[in-house]
């Protein structure tokens, strides 16, 4: 029955089974039979044979005969790191498989029952298991898509020579932004652990001389009167309290003539899908125009243009009432 197919969870967990073992990666490095995988793996020789013939059967991996198994095309999607970071249950990807367990409580309450799961709320968690922050980063950075550090402003870019990207994880964009515009300067503000990571990316992208990084919250007072505040990829993982706290230390730093620009959680779609992963995890939300325009006027901010970007991410840019 269609239903079954839709409700079955096999499928799923045997690719997390295998990515953790690191299956692909043996097979890769020559170690086919399974006898000889499941030692690699430290796993049942039987228990792993089910797994991979189960995976077979839905066209990952290929067994040319019994108890042999190779790479596909799809199973070599295994072998790259995104796919690795969201998969692997030793790492973010375990958090992300194993929180589905908290949905109906989720659902129940309206708020997210993450820590109910792992014992703190998912923040708190990733500080307290530096290994799973570590993997978070790495999946929210350079190899989570391509930075598009061409994001279209009301007066365009002639007038920037300041930008703090705020919640930048590693530096990804802004690395991309200061590399394409030699004569900005940027500041980086995330988590102390999340930004002590970041030095490799600005060295690589030959911009850390311009580049200030501050490790702290960013709901405490942000560095002040810099002309471009970057929001990507950060509104849509708070629920409204927090989006608005947000929001308001933006405006706080923007004034009297900085602008911000957020990328990522907000939609020009009327009835935009829910994030349903967003929502267990930490209880954030996708927002409409409408929406965001009336929690951002709560802050102390008017938005002054929006529209989709070249990548086709929707921006939505704002500039601090005050200016008006």
């Known amino acids: 029955m269609e239903l079954f197919a839709l409700s079955d969870l096999s499928t799923p967990w045997c690719l997390h089974v295998v990515v953790t073992l690191k299956v692909a990666e ?4 020559g170690t086919t039979a399974i006898g000889d995988l499941a030692v690699a793996c430290g796993a049942s ?30 199973a070599r999607g295994l072998l790259e790191p ?56 790495a999946l929210m950075g350079p190899g989570h898509g391509t930075p598009d550090p061409d994001i279209p402003l009301a007066h365009g870019w002639d007038s920037i020579r300041t930008v703090v990207d705020v ?11 200061l590399r394409a515009r030699p004569r900005v300067r940027g500041t980086l503000v995330d988590r102390p652990a999340t930004v002590a990571r970041s030095a490799a990316t600005f060295e690589q992208a030959g ?70 992963l967003m929502m267990i995890l930490i209880g954030g939300k996708e927002r409409t ?14 938005i002054v243009a929006s529209g989709p970007m070249r990548s086709g991410r929707f921006v939505v840019e704002c500039r601090p009432v005050s200016q008006v």
């Open 45 to 74: 020789p039987d228990s792993l044979h089910r797994v991979l013939r189960h995976l077979v059967a839905k066209g990952v991996f290929e067994e040319p005969e019994p108890g042999r198994f190779v790479l596909n095309r799809t």
């Open 26 to 29: 043996h097979i890769d490095a």
């Open 82 to 137: 995104p796919i690795q970071l969201a998969l692997d249950l030793n790492a973010f990807g375990g958090r992300m498989a194993y929180v589905w367990g908290s949905l109906l409580d989720a659902v129940k309450s309206g708020v997210p029952a993450y820590h109910e799961m792992f014992g703190r709320p998912f923040w708190e968690d990733l500080a307290a298991h530096p290994h799973i922050g570590a993997s978070f980063d």
């Open 289 to 302: 125009l409408t929406e965001f325009r009336d929690l951002a006027g709560r802050a102390g901010l008017e």
């Open 167 to 177: 919640g930048g994880g590693t530096g990804a964009m802004l690395a991309e932004i």
């Open 207 to 276: 911009v850390a001389d311009r580049v200030t990084v501050v490790g702290q919250s960013f709901f405490d007072p942000l560095p002040g009167g810099r002309d471009l505040y970057l929001l990507k990829n950060v509104l849509a993982d708070w629920p409204d309290r927090e989006a608005l706290a947000l929001l308001t230390r933006c405006a706080e730093a923007a004034r009297p003539a900085g602008r911000l620009a957020v990328l990522g959680g907000v939609t020009g779609d009327a009835q935009p899908q829910a994030a349903l």
